[in-house]
Every structure is written in C-alpha cells, then in structure tokens.
C-alpha cells in the first residue's frame, strides 16, 4: 500500500503504451495528451 499525499496528482493511461520509449518519449506522450508544451513546469502554490 502507498502513502500518497493529498495534493498529489496521478494520471492514469486512457490508451496502450510502448514502454520501450525511453524517460523523455514516455514523457512527451503524457506532455502532449495533458496539452502542454515540452519542459515547461506548472508552478504550484507554496505549502
């Protein structure tokens, strides 16, 4: 069992994945279906 924290965000694969693809090609597949440019960081409020 995980212990996750409530200010967490988990997605969840709506599609097949080629888990072959290295870090960054897994990476632009979630960048790309949560429409967001490559890089960029969403900034979060302070705790």
């Not at 069992?1 to 597949?29: C, N, T, Y």
């Amino acid at each position: 069992m995980l212990s996750v924290p409530g200010s967490s965000k988990i997605f969840v694969a709506s599609a097949p994945v080629d888990f072959r693809k290295s870090h960054d090609g897994l990476a632009a597949i979630v960048e790309q279906a949560i429409g967001r440019e490559k890089g960029t960081v969403e900034k979060r409020p302070a705790l």
